[in-house]
Nanobody, 122 residues
């Protein structure tokens, strides 16, 4: 079973950068679409980015396009989320997810990590 484990969250000032990392403590990420969702206090969980298996195609939420970059290293069984030009509204708990296909929907992902907190101060 896929067991995503996130790291790399923290506190950063607006305009700064963070890189989130996700590995699997269970089976490998092979053949899975991998993505990131986030949830801010009092808000619903929302899609951030996803990357496909194989020929890596990446998709982003409009709110992060041009600022965030998702990538994966299959040899290291790792997926990354590089976050630049961070804004206070990016503050949220960020989850790494795995699923059988590319989707922007929460329900399409069977495997979720515990989350890593990102806080952006103004």
């Amino acid at each position: 079973q896929l067991q995503p484990v996130e790291s790399g969250g923290g506190l950063v000032q607006a305009g700064g950068s963070l890189r989130l990392t996700c590995t699997s403590s269970g089976r490998t990420f092979s053949n899975y679409a991998l993505g990131w969702f986030r949830q801010a206090p009092g808000k619903e969980r929302e899609f951030v980015a996803v990357i496909s298996w194989g020929r890596p195609n990446a998709y982003y939420a409009d709110s992060v396009k041009g600022r965030f970059t998702i990538s994966r290293d299959n040899t290291k069984n790792t997926v990354y989320l590089q976050m630049d030009s961070l804004k206070p509204e990016d503050t949220a708990l960020y989850y790494c997810v795995g699923g059988s296909s590319i989707s922007r929907q929460v329900r399409e992902y069977d495997y979720w990590g515990q989350g890593t907190q990102v806080t952006v101060s103004s």
